[in-house]
């Protein structure tokens, strides 16, 4: 490298949006530039979705983002989902639908897409740079961009620096520092889709796994969820984390949790079940509907007599039991901190970006993707299918001539 380098392109970041816009530049025949300051491209792509890669997901949907409406639609729009199983297809990744729609490489690994990635940019000729943190930009007729040992030139740039989400694998507040130098406000990131600490104790429930309902302010999620030491995680639980995330700063969050969220009416289905089974004691009574551990808990919780059928139960004590079964109250206290955070909910205000193209309305010249910005989804592909979007989009402007 020469001391200073001069390109049509410089993006900041080796992630998601970051190197599909790399490479939709690079086939537009721009000289293409990523920094990168850790050692790999793509770290937080190789831990997606267990390190299998949910890449996105059938439902994709601007109901699923937590972002300007007008942003998210346009974004979605010129980036399907349909468009990003084409794009996969065309780098040559052999994918496979799960359950709720997530889609996976076929492999079962991560490093399908990154790999892919690898071969597709050597082939166009992108240079990527590791270990290269970007520290300061100044911006005049070109954008300079400063790191401890070079510095580099360009026309255009962008950040695709991501958040600071998951610091264990290169996550960290120095995109937000960046986009600041050139102008822009930043919303404080919020950890997201995390798991949910919580002030009751549920220690006797430790590693179970559950189907279940978790309702929050009006707003329904159902899937597993997992007690832990702390409280619960699963993706029912991290599917309410951005709402509750939001709302901490108020003090403490109260959910509700069904434990049948297969029965439409648990009050008359347990009613009948205990005119059906009035002869067994509660343990049995739960038997084949609750895990053994959860009823024992309700049992203690509500007072019920362990020894005694549920005919000689007090009527009180057995309906109290009956209702919270449906609607348990918890407490949430806080999410879990950044290094077990899937997201960032927060980041660089979106009403500073043009939604059509990305650039940005303060800076000409500056294109702003993926999680930098403030934008965040539910979990199951959606987060990375913006991430994709928004690259391709920014890309899309930034193959014109100038």
């Known amino acids: 490298m020469n001391n200073t380098s001069v390109y049509d392109v410089i993006i900041v970041g080796a992630g998601a949006s970051g190197l599909i816009c790399a490479l939709e530049c690079a086939r537009a025949k721009k000289r293409v530039l990523v920094l990168e300051k850790s050692p790999l491209i793509g770290r937080k792509i190789l831990v997606s979705g267990n390190g299998r890669c949910n890449f996105t997901n059938r439902f994709v949907s601007p109901k ?5 409406k007008k942003l998210i639609t ?3 729009q010129k980036f399907s989902f349909q468009n990003c199983l084409n794009y996969f ?3 040559g990744v052999l994918y496979t639908e799960e359950e709720n729609g997530r889609y996976f490489p076929s492999t079962g690994k991560a490093t399908a897409i990154t790999d892919a990635f690898k071969a597709a940019l050597s082939e166009q000729s992108v240079e990527i740079v590791c270990n290269q943190e970007v520290l300061r930009i100044t911006h005049g007729k070109k954008f300079n961009v400063h790191t401890a040992n070079a510095t580099f030139q360009s026309s255009k740039l962008v950040l695709a620096c991501g958040s600071c989400a998951y610091p264990q694998v290169s996550g960290s507040s120095g995109g937000y520092r960046l986009a600041e130098q050139l102008g822009h406000t930043v919303t404080p990131p919020l950890a997201s889709l995390s798991g949910l600490v919580l002030k009751e104790n549920f220690s006797r429930l430790v590693g179970i796994r559950t189907q279940a ?9 159902e899937g597993e969820i997992i007690f832990t030491n702390y409280g619960i995680n699963g993706p029912a639980a991290l599917n309410l984390s951005p709402l509750i995330t939001r709302k901490l700063s108020q003090g403490n969050q109260t959910i509700t949790l069904n434990f049948l969220p297969q029965i439409k009416d648990i009050q008359s289905f347990l009613n009948n079940r205990a005119q059906q089974f009035s002869h067994r004691k509660p343990k049995d009574f739960f038997a084949g509907i609750l895990h053994e551990s959860i009823a024992n808990l309700l ?3 509500k007072g019920l007599r362990k020894n005694k ?8 004590a057995l309906q109290n039991a009956f209702q919270t079964l449906g609607k348990w109250p918890i407490t949430v206290t806080s999410l879990r901190p950044w290094n077990e955070a899937m997201v960032a909910a927060g980041g660089v205000n979106t009403r500073e970006i043009n939604y ?3 650039e940005s309305c303060l800076c000409p010249g500056l294109f702003i993707t993926g999680e930098l910005l403030d934008v965040d989804g539910v979990s199951g592909g959606f987060n990375l299918h913006f991430a994709w979007a928004s690259g391709f989009v920014a890309a899309q402007e930034l193959r014109k001539e100038n």
């Open 213 to 221: 309902r978790l309702t929050y302010n009006g707003t329904t999620t």
């Open 89 to 91: 297809s065309d780098l």
């Open 74 to 76: 346009s974004a979605l």
């Open 299 to 301: 049992i203690d919780f």
């Open 64 to 68: 699923n983002y937590f972002a300007d």
């Open 356 to 358: 059509n193209t990305f």
């Open 309 to 316: 059928p549920l005919k000689e139960q007090s009527p009180t």
